[in-house]
């Protein structure tokens, strides 16, 4: 499934993803760690909810 999604983000809008990745680039190791993290944490709590 998240390669699906994933494909369609780079078919749909490459552009965008060029825009993200420059400025995923532009952040620091722990602030990206900590986007990780939140990443992490937001999806989990998706799937508790929708379980629920």
Known sequence: MV???EGLVYAL???LVERLLE???SLSIEQR??????TL????LVL?????
């Open 23 to 25: 400025a995923l680039r």
């Open 13 to 15: 809008a490459p552009s």
């Open 3 to 5: 390669l699906v999604i």
């Open 33 to 38: 760690r900590n986007l990780g993290l939140l």
């Open 48 to 52: 508790w909810i929708a379980k629920g």
């Open 41 to 44: 944490v937001s999806g989990l």
